[in-house]
C-alpha cells in the first residue's frame, strides 16, 4: 500500500530552523513535493524535487531546500530563517510519473498526513 509519513515538525521562534522528513513506502516515485496549509487559506506548493531538477516557491527561496535519500526513500525539506507566515501545516505528497517537479497540488496522486509548524515571533 502506498504510504507516506510526515515528521520533523514542531514550534520553533522566528529564525530557527527544522528539518521535516517523509518516508515514502510501495514505491519510488519520480516527482516528490512539499506543500503546505495555513488555517483558511488554499493549500499551496512549497517545494517539489524530479531527479536533479529543483523548484521552489518565491516566498522560500534561499530559505527552504529540499532533498531526498533514494536509498532510503525520504524525502527532506530543511527550513531555515523561518518566519511566522510559515506556519501551517506540511504535507509531503508525491507523484507516480512525471518528468519534472511541480508545485500544483491537483497534480499529485499521494498525500501524507502532515507535520505542523509553528513558528513565533
Known amino acids: 500500500a502506498v504510504q507516506l509519513v510526515e515528521s520533523g515538525g514542531g514550534s520553533v521562534q522566528s529564525g530557527g530552523s527544522l528539518r521535516l522528513s517523509c518516508a515514502a513506502s510501495?514505491?519510488?516515485?519520480?516527482?516528490m513535493g512539499w506543500f503546505r496549509q495555513a488555517p483558511g487559506k488554499e493549500r499551496e506548493g512549497v517545494a517539489s524535487?524530479?531527479?536533479?531538477?529543483?523548484r521552489y516557491a518565491d516566498s522560500v527561496k534561499g530559505r527552504f531546500t529540499i532533498s531526498r535519500d533514494a536509498a532510503k526513500n525520504t524525502l527532506y525539506l530543511q527550513t531555515n530563517s523561518l518566519k511566522p507566515e510559515d506556519t501551517a501545516m506540511y504535507y509531503c505528497?508525491?507523484?507516480?510519473?512525471?518528468?519534472?517537479?511541480?508545485?500544483?497540488?491537483?497534480?499529485?496522486?499521494?498525500w501524507g498526513q502532515g507535520t505542523q509548524v509553528t513558528v513565533s515571533s
Open positions: 524535487i524530479n531527479s536533479n531538477l529543483i
Open positions: 510501495g514505491y519510488i516515485y519520480s516527482t
Open positions: 505528497a508525491a507523484l507516480r510519473g512525471g518528468s519534472y517537479p511541480s508545485l500544483l497540488a491537483r497534480n499529485y496522486n499521494y
